[in-house]
């Protein structure tokens, strides 16, 4: 299935107040979703006979800094029998930093999402266990947020050197 | 009189990360291990908190980031050809293939690959398949020591050393290489090269049937890995396995062929996959079996390699590798997921451009040994603590790629 057929059949299937958009300048090709219906896309992306995505490769967080004010998550998914990728993007307000968790269709987004949780401060709803993965518990903050500044001693530490 | 070091005292546990098992959390016949960070057998500085009931294991839960240096935001401050150092120390053991991974994410960007000189290409799949046999020595002979096995160790690290002596002539480093720039090389292969890889791989050969001999096909080595910590493929997409581990439980999935990225289409070699030869497919046996096999095919690319670059794409005295090194490498405005096959499985960049700077606004590694890992407690799960050890070993993760 084509990039443009796979749209469609999106389109088709959920509308357009879901499916917001597509991008085809990313590589691989990227769609657009709505954040209040992901875990209903990606499980009918992981489950439906003509897509049938059973791996999610990655999963990102970003953040688009506070002059535009949102956060994005994106996911990477491969589908092994028909050999296709796909991009889905979601976009999320920097006031509600919170998405649905997909670790019930893939099991692998559990430590992905915590990744997330943990350096941007996106908090997944309905995750079995969301805690700091990376970073130790008592640490403030998430660095990979462009207006991070690191806390000045930790544990009595310097923090800046 | 000053009390003994090691008196419980709920206080010396004060700064240590909390566990996620609380004691009034257990039944009266569990017991909270804590093995690590410093344990030889977790291979680095994984902490594990391993709930026993008796010898078996019930649960387990990975502490990691001991090690851990936020990659992803150095590399929010740093032009692209500057990151391949830190893509480097990731993955330690295999810096090679990572560079491999993340150079072709940029050139992609750039919309260059296409115009990468041949005997570059075959020169980058060369270094990455002697790393990726460096990276199965280690994880091999490692896996053997965890499990009670002296000798192969240290037969493997020898040989290892060889391979790491060959890649320092060519760049200068040991492990942290920096050979392969975005659109071309460092330098090209010092003059005298081919004849001495040649050499190795003729020295190489009968040694990997003696690895296999001494190790694989051992009996005691059989015993204790075979029918320990089965990966059901199910479960092991699921989990988004990649590598050996997810060959070893019987799927055909290696990114070299499916993608066929770089020369590698130019190249035979065959994919090894578990079929539970001597237990059950997916066993940490198989995935052993694969890893072995691996360095058999891994020796028939580099011939390969080694045959086009002495004769079809031979060195000249044109030959520039940094030709086709941009001056100013700014890729347009764009996402890009780029993969490709590592020693451990799909090493993955999720890079972000916006188009107005060297610097990528967004690069995310997707580290394989990172995935692979979050599978250990659905397979330890029943097993015996000495079983774990052999699950772990199987597993071949490197901490710097789990924590970044």
Redesign the interface.
């Known amino acids: 299935m084509t990039f443009e057929e796979l749209y469609a059949y999106l389109l088709q299937k959920f509308g357009e107040e879901v499916i917001t958009g597509q991008d085809e300048q990313s590589s691989p090709k990227a769609i657009l979703v709505d954040s209040a219906t992901i875990v209903e896309i990606l499980s009918f992306l992981h489950e439906d006979e003509h897509l049938y995505f059973d791996m999610l490769s990655c999963l990102t967080g970003l953040d688009n800094g506070p002059e535009v004010g949102t956060m994005e998550v994106i996911y990477n998914l491969y589908s092994i029998p028909y050999d296709q990728s796909l991009m889905v993007k979601v976009t999320l307000p920097q006031d509600k930093l919170e998405i649905e968790s997909v670790s019930s269709i893939w099991q692998t987004a559990e430590w992905h999402e915590r990744e997330v949780f943990d350096l941007l401060g996106i908090s997944f709803l309905n995750h079995p266990d969301l805690r700091r993965i990376l970073l130790p518990n008592d640490w403030e903050g998430h660095p990979l947020r462009k207006d991070y500044q690191e806390q000045e001693y930790y544990h009595g530490i310097k923090v800046k050197y | 009189m000053s009390t003994v070091q090691y008196d419980s005292d709920p206080k010396n546990l004060a ?1 240590s ?2 566990t ?1 098992y609380k004691p009034e959390q257990l039944k009266t016949e569990e017991m909270l291990i804590n093995i690590g960070p410093q344990h030889p057998s977790t291979h680095g500085v994984l902490r594990l908190e391993v709930i026993t009931d008796g010898e078996v294991v019930v649960d387990v839960v990975p502490h ?2 001991y090690l ?1 240096r ?1 990659f ?2 150095h590399a ?1 401050a740093l032009p692209y050809n500057q990151i391949i150092p830190y893509v480097d120390r990731m993955d330690y053991v295999a810096a090679m293939n990572s560079e491999h991974a993340y150079v072709m994410g940029v050139e ?1 960007m750039l919309g260059i690959q296409e115009q990468i000189p041949k005997r570059v290409e075959y020169i980058r799949v060369l270094v990455a398949e002697l790393n990726r046999l460096a990276s199965h020595f280690v994880a091999l002979g490692t896996y053997g020591m965890d499990i009670g096995a002296f000798t192969p160790f240290l037969w493997m690290m020898r040989d290892r050393e060889h391979i790491q002596r060959l890649l320092e002539w060519t760049c200068g480093a040991r492990m942290l290489y920096n050979y392969i720039w975005i659109g071309g090389l460092f330098y090209d292969l010092p003059v005298g090269f081919e004849e001495r890889c040649t050499d190795f791989v003729n020295y190489l050969k009968p040694k990997l049937k003696e690895l296999e001999d001494l190790l694989i096909s051992n009996k005691i080595f059989v015993d204790r890995t075979a029918n320990v910590g089965v990966l059901p493929l199910e479960l092991a ?5 990649t590598g050996p581990m997810l060959r070893g439980s019987g ?1 055909k ?1 290696d990114l070299r062929r ?1 993608d066929g990225y770089s020369v590698y289409p130019e190249l035979e070699f065959e994919v090894p996959i578990g079929t539970g030869e001597m237990g059950t497919t997916g066993d940490c046996w198989d995935r052993s079996w694969v890893r072995a096999q691996e360095c058999f095919q891994s020796v028939n690319i580099i011939e390969q390699c080694l045959k086009q670059l002495t004769i079809d794409h031979r060195r000249t005295r044109e030959f520039d590798p940094r030709e086709m090194v941009p001056k100013k490498i700014r890729p347009k ?5 780029v ?1 490709a096959e590592n020693p451990k499985g ?1 090493l ?1 960049f ?1 890079f ?1 451009a916006d188009g107005r700077s060297d610097i990528p ?2 690069c ?1 590694a ?1 580290a394989c040994s ?2 692979n890992l ?1 599978v250990l407690p ?1 397979i330890a799960k029943g097993h015996l603590i000495g079983d774990l050890i052999a699950i772990i070993g199987s597993i071949d993760f490197v901490l710097g790629e789990v ?2």
């Not at chain 2, 997409?237 to 396995?241: A, L, M």
């Not at chain 2, 405005?333 to 997921?337: G, I, K, N, R, S």
């Open positions: 700064l990360e909390p996620k990691m980031g851990h936020c992803e935001k929010e992609r997409i699921n989990y988004g396995i799927l999935f499916v405005a764009q996402d890009l997921y993969r799909e993955g999720f972000r606004f967004r995310k997707r990172f995935v979050s659905e924590d970044r």
